[in-house]
C-alpha cells in the first residue's frame, strides 16, 4: 500500500480512483464497513481505493487544546486498512490554512486534481470544508460538475457496547477511559491497543519476581483506565500473554502514570529501547495499596493466573 503525507506526495499522473475521506481514529467496525465499500467499488471499477485522513486531527487546530485521545496512530491505522485491501492512504497536514478552505475548494483541489476521483464513498454523516459547512448532500451535487458519483454507506452499527449506543470512535474513546476494554473490543473488532518505546523504569517489578515493560505511550494515546488487565505483549514480532498494569503505582506513591506489561512465564526479555505494543483483552481488577509488600505480591500471583486464565479461554474461543 502506498501512503503519502500531503498533496505532493501523490504520484505525477495518478488515474481515476475511489476516494473515502474520515479521520477513521481506530478502524472501527462502523469505518470498516465505508472503507470495505470503497475497495470493493474500486475493485469492481477497475481503479485504485484510496483514503484520505488528517494530521492532525482537526479538532486540535480549530479548537486548541481539544486533541482527543487517539485510539489508533496512523501507522497502526495504514496497517489495518492495509489489511481491508486499500491501496493508498493519504494524510493531509491538517493546518490552520488548510481549515480555512471553503468546501468546493476541498472538492476541486483534492478530489478533483489530485486524486482524480470517480467515485467518492462515505458515511451519512460526513462534514467538510471550513467549519464543517460541506456535507454529503453537496458533495452529490457538485458530482456532475466535477464528474464522480457519489454512495453513502450507513456507518452506524450497534450491539452490548455502550448499553447499545450505535458504535462511533467517540464511545470506543469513553469506554477505554471507563476500563471497558471488552466493550471497546466489540467495536473495534479486535483488542485496543497501546503502542511506544520500552524505557527504564523504577525496576520495582523485577525486584519482585515480575519484570515489566514500561511503556512510553506515544502522544495522545488514549489509555484505559488504572488498574490490572489480561492481554498481549508484542515485540518483534513475538505475541506474549501479559499481564497489564496501569495507573500511578500507589504501592509506592507514585505520581507519574504508566503503562507495564508483564510478559506471562518469559525469563530473561531485554526489550529497553524497542518498540512494542500492548493489546487490553479484559478488565482484572482496580488499582490498590496493599498493607505489606507480601500482600502486593499474594495479589500479583493471583493477578498472573487470572490473566492467564483469560487469554487461554479467548484463545481456545
Known sequence: MQCWRGLEDIPEGWGR???????????HRGHQLIIGRAVERARELGVPSVVVTFDPH???????????????????????????????????????????????????????????????????????????AGNVTLLAELGPTYDYDVEVVDLFVSGEAGGGEPFSSTLTRRLVAEGDVGG????????HRVEGVVVRGAQRGRDLGYPTANVETLPHTAIPADGVYAGW??????????????????????????????AIDRVGLDLYGMHVAVDFLAY??????????DDLLIAMAADVKRCGELIAAYERA
Open 17 to 27: 480512483s475511489v476516494v473515502t475521506i474520515g479521520s477513521y481514529d481506530g478502524v
Open 58 to 132: 482537526p479538532s486540535e487546530v480549530v479548537r486548541p487544546g481539544t486533541h482527543p485521545p487517539l485510539l489508533a496512530p496512523h501507522t497502526r491505522r495504514a496497517e489495518l486498512m492495509t489489511a481491508l485491501g486499500v491501496d493508498a492512504v493519504l494524510i493531509l497536514p491538517f493546518t490552520a490554512e488548510f481549515s480555512q478552505l471553503a468546501p468546493t475548494e476541498f472538492i476541486a483541489k483534492v478530489l478533483v486534481d489530485k486524486l482524480h476521483a470517480r467515485l467518492v464513498i462515505e458515511g451519512p454523516n460526513f462534514r467538510f470544508g471550513h467549519k464543517a
Open 184 to 191: 471497546a473490543a466489540e467495536i473495534l473488532g479486535r483488542p
Open 233 to 262: 505483549l508484542t515485540a518483534n514480532g513475538e505475541v506474549m500473554p501479559a499481564a497489564i498494569s496501569v495507573g500511578t503505582n500507589p504501592q509506592f506513591d507514585g505520581t507519574e502514570r504508566t503503562v507495564e506489561a508483564y
Open 284 to 293: 482484572v481488577r482496580g488499582m490498590l495499596k496493599f498493607d505489606s509488600i
